[in-house]
């Protein structure tokens, strides 16, 4: 086990491509990072770089107290998971399990111990004879998870390795992926593009964006309080109403809406009479009937343009200010088509022109 730090990791491809920029992240020992983000926002790039199978252009990458900034992929420690399992088709599961320590020389007693323990682990005894052909594609991903045990690394790296399941095994796959890193205490590196999987599996999550981290932290603290319009967007499902305007009087004016902002703390530096800002609530926060105190503010009647009921949500389509909007309810029974909407003034955000949140009294 060891702690892992990049800082200020640049990667530029030939011709010019900057894939990551200037990424800094550090995960403690025995901790588990989750990256995410959207198709090539570099994160896979970002995993390629610590595993060492893509080389720096520039910045530096310490697993422990080691720089292994220029050592090769096999002396780093590490064992990576991919999304493709690559299982050696012509091996059984128990060689497939031990190939990597045989390779290493590692005697066989001690071979036969790893993979047995991999394998209560995860499951896999009644298939240990079986080959990856006889196995099914949840099998397949636990014999790949029981390869990176067998070797018991400093860290292990998981590029999107639940992709090719199916979304109930894909969930019980990654509760079972949980209860492992609580099991070995192993520091884990995690990428994925899908938002549930970071917010359910990550103690820590990384948003990234066009080779930038965007915000990293704990996934509540970053569902609750988004550092900017792109982490705001990002996280959440449905996500986040975000609504462009000016800032006018103490007032948010977009189109017909009007809501009052009065209360920065602190007061955005740039704010001022004209600014552009955005405005931002989740559906989840979109509450139905008139305002009755000044702890909320009346976003004004609306006609609802689709419902969809889920059984235990339903979730309403509106527009507002000329903007696409979705709210959330709990049940299933709503009905009315035309609908008077409020909001607490805590469950707003407010974004300035290039995105920084701005936080409020109310925040
Ligand atoms: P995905 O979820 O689709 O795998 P990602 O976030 O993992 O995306 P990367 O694979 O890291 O993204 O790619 C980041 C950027 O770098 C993309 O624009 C991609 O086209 C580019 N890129 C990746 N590999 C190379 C390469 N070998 N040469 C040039 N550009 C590359």
Avoid at 153 to 176: C, H, I, K, W, Y
Avoid at 229 to 255: E, K, T, W
């Amino acid at each position: 086990m060891a702690s892992t730090q990049l800082q200020n990791i640049v990667k530029r491809f030939e011709g010019g491509n900057i894939a990551v920029d200037n990424v800094s992240l550090s995960v403690e020992d025995g901790g588990l990072l989750v990256l995410v983000g959207p198709s090539g926002c570099g994160k896979s790039t970002t995993l390629r770089m610590i595993a060492g199978l893509e080389q720096v252009t520039s910045g530096r990458i310490l697993i422990g107290d080691r720089d292994v900034t220029d050592v090769g992929p096999a002396q780093r420690d590490i064992a990576m998971v991919f999304q493709n399992y690559a299982l050696y088709p012509h091996m059984t599961v128990r060689q497939n399990l031990g190939f990597g320590l045989k390779m290493r020389r590692t005697a066989s007693r001690e071979v036969r111990n790893r993979v047995d323990d991999a394998a209560e682990m995860l499951q896999l005894q009644e298939l240990l004879d079986r080959r990856p052909g006889q196995l099914s594609g949840g099998q397949r991903q636990r014999v790949a998870l029981g390869r990176a045990i067998v070797r018991k690394p400093a860290v292990f790296l998981f590029d999107e390795p639940l992709s090719n399941l199916d979304a109930r095994l894909r969930g019980q796959t990654r509760m079972e992926l949980a209860a492992l890193h609580r099991r070995l205490g192993s520091t884990m590196i995690y990428v994925t593009h899908d938002q549930t999987e970071a917010m359910t599996l990550g103690q820590i999550v990384a948003v990234m964006d066009e080779g930038v981290v965007k915000q990293i932290g704990p996934p509540l603290e970053l569902y609750e309080r988004p550092a900017n319009r792109f982490v705001a967007g990002f996280l959440g499902s449905p996500p986040m109403n975000l609504i462009d305007g000016v800032y006018s009087n103490g007032q948010f004016i977009a189109d017909d809406l009007q809501v009052p902002v009065s209360g920065f703390d602190p007061v955005p530096s740039g704010l001022m009479e004209g600014s552009r800002i955005t405005m931002g609530f989740r559906p989840e926060h979109v509450q139905i009937g008139a305002v009755t105190d000044s702890n909320s503010i009346q976003l004004g009647s609306v006609r609802t343009r689709q419902i969809e009921r889920l059984g235990s949500i339903t979730l309403f389509y509106f527009k507002i200010a000329n903007c696409s909007c979705v709210g959330q309810q709990s049940g299933n029974t709503l009905n009315e088509v035309q609908l008077s909407i409020k909001l607490e003034r805590k469950d707003v955000h407010w974004f300035d022109v290039s995105g920084h949140r701005m936080d409020s009294i109310w925040s």
